[in-house]
């Protein structure tokens, strides 16, 4: 029973960036026939073909945007008989999927990371301000008071203020993990296109072909 437990690990972190279908081909149509109506699908710029048996593989490494498996660059097809008729049935892998759900955990670590070093600067702040306020005081004690010249007290002159600690330093800006938390949300998004939306076009199209649609 045991072996039981890394095989379906294995086989989840695998759903992860690979699709396996199956489309059931029309009655009547044969294993070559049925491949020959899909292989269009492989015919653009870039696909690399190799028969295997009752099927084929293929690889296409740089696909076009507007191609129906540019999500997929890696797969392999082929035909099998089943209680109800043939199917044919295949195995897609895609590396973008495979980017688009680690990114995520990148950026929150990013984002996790610059919240901890903004904390780690704040706290050497704070104990900097202590140490620069504790000779302020000494300081405050021998500075000397400001007071007006007669002259100007008696024409009604304002008495000058003292300048207000930190009054015309620059604020520093606080860390922040926003931007990190977006482009994990990209991401994530991007992910569960491609695991859901594109597996189905890609269904879509096979059914269409093997049932002679252009």
């Not at 049925?34 to 710029?45: H, M, W």
Request: charged residues 30%.
């Amino acid at each position: 029973m045991t072996p039981e437990k890394p095989r379906s690990a294995k086989r989840l972190i695998d759903w992860i960036w690979t699709v396996r279908d199956e489309v059931p081909v029309p009655d009547g149509l044969g294993a070559d026939e049925a491949l020959a109506r899909v292989s269009p699908a492989f015919e653009s710029d870039g696909y690399s073909v190799q028969p295997t048996g009752e099927g084929l593989a293929y690889a296409n490494p740089s696909p076009a945007a507007q191609d129906t498996l540019a999500t997929f660059e890696k797969g392999a097809l082929r035909v099998e008989e089943t209680a109800t008729g043939r199917v044919l049935r295949y195995r897609l892998t895609s590396r973008f999927m495979l980017f688009c759900f680690l990114l995520p955990f990148v950026f929150i670590g990013f984002g996790q990371l610059t919240l901890a070093v903004g904390a780690y600067q704040k706290a050497q702040a704070e104990a900097k301000e202590k140490a620069d306020g504790a000779k302020k005081d000494e300081k405050k004690k021998d500075e000397p008071v400001l007071t007006l010249h007669p002259i100007d007290k008696f024409l009604g002159a304002p008495a000058p203020e003292k300048p207000k600690d930190g009054e015309g330093g620059s604020r520093k800006r606080k860390p922040s993990a926003t931007a990190a938390y977006v482009f994990s949300g990209i991401f994530a998004f991007l992910y569960l296109v491609g695991r859901f939306l594109e597996p189905w076009l890609v269904r879509r199209m096979f059914r269409r072909r093997l049932a002679g649609e252009s």
